[in-house]
T-cell receptor, first 114, second 110 residues
Framework: GAVVSQHPSRVICKSGTSVKIECRSLDFQATTMFWYRQFPKQSLMLMATSNEGSKATYEQGVEKDKFLINHASLTLSTLTVTSAHPEDSSFYICSAVGVNTEAFFGQGTRLTVV | RKEVEQDPGPFNVPEGATVAFNCTYS??????FFWYRQDCRKEPKLLMS???SGNEDGRFTAQLNRASQYISLLIRDSKLSDSATYLCVVNAFGDYKLSFGAGTTVTVRA
């Protein structure tokens, strides 16, 4: 099946620094990518929807200036958590959808801000 | 009200048992329904889509009740490897903007 590769799988960073997470569709062109966040024992919460070549659409309550999303090509989307704080520590997951495909998920990134 | 609400469990069952649980959704215009499986600290993986007439995939049976706005998952002859969190997922707009339930945890014991 299709593969979505997400890196890094785990990152620890200091408070105030920025972290970039990459999401790549390896064997299909992703027309749309989604970024989710999951806190322990909670459901995945959609943060933003990203279409190639256009600005991301953010869900209510998600700060677009803090969570920068770039979808420069049909196979790559990046999420940058700027000026990270401990409350941003979470599991971030991307998913990618191509033409007539189901949603495929990346392996997730566990972010810990210390 | 949450878009998708799930029976949280946990369900602790012996090997070979049958376990079933439900999920309700709030948007009556929802178009697609899925069950995903999520293992601890891993990404969700599609278990099965749920069709209007109900469908079966091996030991797994999914049902959809549009009138009452709920879907269900039944696992027969449980295996140890079925231990996981099962996520109820609904697509309201047909654009893969998925809404997730919080998950039902199932633990199958030997």
């Amino acid at each position: 099946g299709a593969v979505v590769s997400q890196h890094p799988s785990r990152v620890i960073c200091k408070s105030g620094t920025s972290v970039k997470i990459e999401c790549r569709s390896l064997d299909f062109q992703a027309t749309t990518m989604f970024w989710y966040r999951q806190f322990p024992k909670q459901s995945l919460m959609l943060m933003a929807t990203s279409n190639e070549g256009s600005k991301a659409t953010y869900e209510q309550g998600v700060e677009k200036d803090k969570f920068l999303i770039n979808h420069a090509s049909l196979t790559l989307s990046t999420l940058t958590v700027t000026s990270a704080h401990p409350e941003d520590s979470s599991f971030y997951i991307c998913s990618a959808v191509g033409v007539n495909t189901e949603a495929f998920f990346g392996q997730g990134t566990r972010l810990t801000v210390v | 009200r949450k878009e998708v609400e799930q029976d949280p469990g946990p369900f602790n069952v012996p090997e070979g048992a049958t376990v079933a649980f439900n999920c309700t959704y709030s948007n009556s215009a929802s178009q697609s329904f899925f069950w995903y499986r999520q293992d601890c600290r891993k990404e969700p993986k599609l278990l099965m889509s749920v069709y209007s007439s109900g469908n079966e995939d091996g030991r797994f049976t999914a049902q959809l009740n549009r009138a009452s706005q709920y879907i269900s998952l039944l696992i027969r002859d449980s295996k140890l490897s079925d231990s996981a969190t099962y996520l109820c997922v609904v697509n309201a707009f047909g654009d893969y903007k998925l809404s997730f339930g919080a998950g039902t945890t199932v633990t199958v014991r030997a």
